[in-house]
Structures are given as structure tokens and as C-alpha cells.
């Protein structure tokens, strides 16, 4: 076995023979999207990067990789917000799954898709609806985002409420293990209880059990009614009562319920001055509300009753029903764009927790009063999924203080998260995973008992530990 750059040469050239001259990349030929990811905040050159066209070119991968005794750490979209995807160490390959971007079936009938892990999720949902069908993951990182990535974070997004998780959107798996085999079960099973659902080891194990390279995806009907509306209110707790009347009165109706302070309407707004504000009251807090219906009868009378019923109790104070398509967009531009402000500000405070969906309120009224307490100035921004009891607490750093300045501030801000949400019986990662920014929160808190099993788990799926490395665990 082989362990440094110098003497994995030689197995560059066989990786070479065996994926081809566009399946290997060294040197200047790694371009920058394989080593620095969409925040910024994670950066490094991989001794190579490695682009299978197939599952056997994964496997062989692997198998060399294995031999040469090189971690492979794989790579998505590269828009994970944790670190995950990117080389940390020396003696470190990216498997991209760029290369493995085709839909193998959609099946309108059985209401299942068959993808490669390297599938945008925007082209996957778009292969859906050329057949009449839904595949309702939807995040701001669509655009970019893979499939596998998707599996491997286990990720969550803005429809959740209604149709649950990336783990709840899944029938079949295909996965090159540790030595280069592959477990492969795409059937589209609605029921299986043949024993445990070994599928599901591999969502959310962030590529350290398993490299994923296709999947068989649930499919839904298509919506056909979609209305969009922004709710202005004057507090946390109001907005909370308003999304239980949603919840208890629009049923299955509900498919987002967003979160949006004043505060990161401005940033979106400072991003794009020409998108039209949305409340130029600017009352604090905001919910960006979808209910869709896939048939039956229209439920926009029922809606607009809800809402004039909202505004005579006083909840709401401002709102807006989008009266098309075009205006919807411009609503969830705002969505978009506060997220893309935030990225520009450079460095900043990042967090992705849960709390009990009644615990909302006090959990973002409190955590923002310790935050401004330790570091005056800063400004936080807590947002996010409510209806999932998600809220991202970020924030930016005080006028005037530069990142290097803030940097070594950031660990103990995150800690005083932590310890908010440990108060709260929350949990440090709701949607984003652990990769390498989340692993030492996350061994502090796992019981031994789990943390046994877990470590069984990765000696059983990974004997050598080459499979991500330094990620999760
Ligand atoms: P990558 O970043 O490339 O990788 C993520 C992890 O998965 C890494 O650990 C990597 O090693 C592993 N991995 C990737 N592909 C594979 C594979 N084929 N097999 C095994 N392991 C693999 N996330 C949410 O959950 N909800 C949101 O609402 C959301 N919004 C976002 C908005 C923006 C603007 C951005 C930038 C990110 C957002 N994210 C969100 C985070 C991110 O998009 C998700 O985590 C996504 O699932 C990552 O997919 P990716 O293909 O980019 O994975
Ligand atoms: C969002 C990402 C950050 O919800 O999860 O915008
Ligand atoms: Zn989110």
C-alpha cells in the first residue's frame, strides 16, 4: 500500500487507463469547483479529481483507491453548507459524480423515477414534469445540486411539511461499497418488509458508508392550483398562531410555510433594488405561504375566506395574494435572494437547527437575545422552514469588523447556539448534515450507546476508513 502524492503517481496512470483522459484529473486540470465550495468557507486542491462516467467506473475507482490506500471523498453539487465535499487532507481524491448525469426511466404510472447520482435536481424535477409527474425536493441549490448529494445530506427544502425529506422521497438505491462492489436495489418497491431498509443507511451517511451512484425517486401528481402569498406580521408568535391555522385549517393543502424576517428582506432587497418590496410597511416578521391542490375543486375561495379571516383577528397585518406566476416568482426571488445576499457578505455566522414546531418563538426570541448579548452588532438572521420546526439562525458580522476579526469568533457564537438548542431539546443539524463543521458539536452530544453502534457501523461499511474520512464521525 502507497500513501503519499509522490508514490500514488503511478496509480493516477492506471486510474487513467481505466476511467479515461477526461475521468482524471491532476494538477492545473482541477478546476476551481472541485476544491472551493459555494460558501467560500471550505477550500482545498484534492491530489486529483476523479470523473467516472458509470457505475463500473465508480467501482473500479474505488478499487483503486482502495489498493493505493487514498481516502476518496465524494462530491455533488458542491453546494453542501457543512464542508463535506471538500478535500481536507493529504492523500485525499474528489469522486465527482458530474459525468453520471443521466434519467434511466420515469414511470407515470407507478409514479417512480430512476436517475444517476450526478442528476441536477432542477433537470430531475423538469424530467418529472415532461411526464406529467411531480418530484417535490425544492431548495435554493437546485440549480447545482445533485441527486446523490441530495440522498447523502439527506436533504430537506422548502416542501418538506407536506412531502417529507429526502429519506421519505426514496424506493431504490444503487451503491459502490467500500471494495468496489456494488449493492443495487433500484425496484421500485412501494412496500418491502423484508427486514431492515438497508437503503436508508445510506441517506444522510455524507459518502462515509458508500458511494451512491443511481436512485429510484417517488413521483407525485403535478400540482395544478398553486397559490402563493406573503403575510406580514408583528411578532414570532403571531406568525406562529397563523401558521397553526394554516396547519389545522388548509390540511394537505400547505406545502411551504416560510419564515422571513424584516431583516433578510432588506438584504435581499439591498441585493436587487429593482425586485418590489413585499410590505413597504416593513412590519418584522413575514411568512411566504404556498397552498397547492393536485385536484378536486379550486381551493383559492376557501383561501381568500382564510385570509380575510386572518386580517379581521388581527394577525395579519399585511399581505399579498400572488395573482400569477410572474408575481409568485418575484416572491420566492425574495426567498432566493436573501440567501445569495448573506453568501456575499462573505464570512458569517451559519447555524441549521430544530426545535418543536411550538417551540419556535421562544427559541428564536431567546437565541437572538444571547447573540446580541455576547457580540453586539452583530446581526442575526433567524429563518427558515417553520413548518419543520427548522429555522437557520444566522448572522452577520458588526459593521466595521472584518473577517479575519470575526473568524475565531464563529466556533464560540455556534456553541452558544448549541446551547440554546440543547435547552430546547433541539437538534444542531436539521437539514444541512454534520460534514467536517458539525463533528465535534455532534460527538458531544451523541449517547455512547449510539455512538457504539454508529462506529460498528463505519468499521462494517468502511474497514479501511478511506470512504470520506473526518466527516460525521
Ligand atoms: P455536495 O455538497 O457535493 O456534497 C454533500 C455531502 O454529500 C458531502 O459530504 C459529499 O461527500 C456527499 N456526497 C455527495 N454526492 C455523493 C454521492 N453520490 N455519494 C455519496 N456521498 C455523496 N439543504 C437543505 O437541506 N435544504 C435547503 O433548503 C437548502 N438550501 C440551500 C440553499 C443554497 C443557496 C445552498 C448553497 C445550499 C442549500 N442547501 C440546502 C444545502 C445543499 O444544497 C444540500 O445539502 C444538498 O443536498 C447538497 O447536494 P450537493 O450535490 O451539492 O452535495
Ligand atoms: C435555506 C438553506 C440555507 O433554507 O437551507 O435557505
Ligand atoms: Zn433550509
Not at 436517475?115 to 418530484?135: H, N, T, Y
Not at 375561495?301 to 383577528?313: G, H, I, K, R
Amino acid at each position: 500500500m502507497t500513501t503519499s502524492a509522490e508514490s500514488s503517481a503511478g496509480i493516477f496512470d492506471e486510474l487513467t487507463a481505466a476511467l479515461g483522459e477526461k475521468g482524471v484529473l491532476t494538477g492545473d486540470a482541477i478546476a476551481e469547483r472541485y476544491c472551493t465550495d459555494w460558501t467560500g468557507d471550505y477550500s482545498r486542491r484534492p491530489l486529483a479529481v476523479l470523473r467516472p462516467a458509470d457505475t463500473e467506473g465508480v467501482a473500479t475507482a474505488v478499487r483503486l483507491c482502495a489498493r493505493a490506500g487514498l481516502a476518496i471523498i465524494p462530491q455533488g453539487g458542491h453546494t453542501g453548507l457543512v464542508g463535506g465535499g471538500t478535500a481536507d487532507g493529504p492523500d485525499q481524491v474528489v469522486l465527482s459524480l458530474d459525468r453520471m448525469n443521466r434519467i434511466r426511466a420515469v414511470d407515470p404510472i407507478g409514479m417512480s423515477m430512476t436517475v444517476e447520482a450526478g442528476c441536477i435536481l432542477e433537470s430531475v424535477k423538469a424530467a418529472a414534469e415532461e411526464q406529467d409527474c411531480f418530484f417535490p425536493l425544492s431548495l435554493g441549490a437546485q440549480g447545482s445540486c445533485q441527486i446523490g448529494g441530495n440522498i447523502s445530506t439527506n436533504a430537506g427544502g422548502l416542501n418538506v411539511l407536506r412531502y417529507g425529506m429526502m429519506r421519505d422521497l426514496l424506493l431504490g438505491i444503487e451503491v459502490v461499497l467500500h471494495d468496489g462492489s456494488v449493492f443495487s436495489d433500484l425496484r421500485a418497491l412501494r412496500k418491502n418488509n423484508t427486514g431492515p431498509d438497508l437503503k436508508q443507511i445510506f441517506v444522510g451517511s455524507e459518502g462515509t458508508l458508500g458511494i451512491v451512484t443511481a436512485a429510484t425517486l417517488k413521483l407525485f401528481a403535478r400540482p395544478r392550483w398553486i397559490e402563493t402569498l406573503w403575510l406580514s406580521t408583528d411578532s414570532i408568535e403571531a406568525m406562529m398562531e397563523v401558521y397553526g391555522r394554516f396547519r389545522r385549517e388548509g390540511g394537505e393543502f400547505l406545502s411551504a410555510f416560510e419564515l422571513i424576517p424584516q431583516n433578510c428582506v432588506d438584504l435581499a432587497l439591498e441585493l436587487s433594488p429593482e425586485t418590489p418590496s413585499p410590505d413597504p410597511g416593513r412590519h418584522p416578521i413575514h411568512g411566504l405561504v404556498e397552498i397547492s391542490a393536485s385536484g378536486g375543486p379550486d381551493p383559492g375561495p376557501w383561501l381568500e375566506e382564510m385570509v380575510a379571516a386572518l386580517f379581521d383577528s388581527g394577525l395579519v397585518k399585511n399581505g399579498i395574494l400572488a395573482q400569477n406566476a410572474a408575481q409568485a416568482q418575484s416572491l420566492w426571488r425574495i426567498r432566493e435572494l436573501m440567501v445569495e445576499a448573506q453568501q456575499k457578505r462573505g464570512l458569517h455566522l451559519r447555524t441549521d437547527v430544530s426545535v418543536p414546531v411550538n417551540a419556535i418563538a421562544p427559541f428564536v426570541r431567546e437565541v437572538t437575545a444571547v447573540l446580541d448579548n455576547v457580540l453586539p452588532g452583530l446581526t442575526v438572521l433567524a429563518y427558515g422552514h417553520i413548518g419543520d420546526g427548522n429555522v437557520h439562525v444566522n448572522a452577520l458580522r458588526p459593521a466595521g469588523m472584518d473577517a479575519a476579526a470575526f473568524k475565531p469568533l464563529i466556533a464560540g457564537l455556534t456553541q452558544d447556539v448549541n446551547a440554546v438548542i440543547d435547552r430546547f431539546g433541539g437538534s444542531i443539524s436539521a437539514e444541512h448534515g454534520i460534514g467536517v463543521a458539525k463533528r465535534a458539536a455532534l460527538a458531544a452530544r451523541l449517547p455512547e450507546e449510539q455512538r457504539l453502534l454508529l462506529a460498528g457501523l463505519k468499521r462494517l461499511f468502511d474497514p479501511q476508513g478511506l470512504l470520506a474520512p473526518g466527516r460525521i464521525w
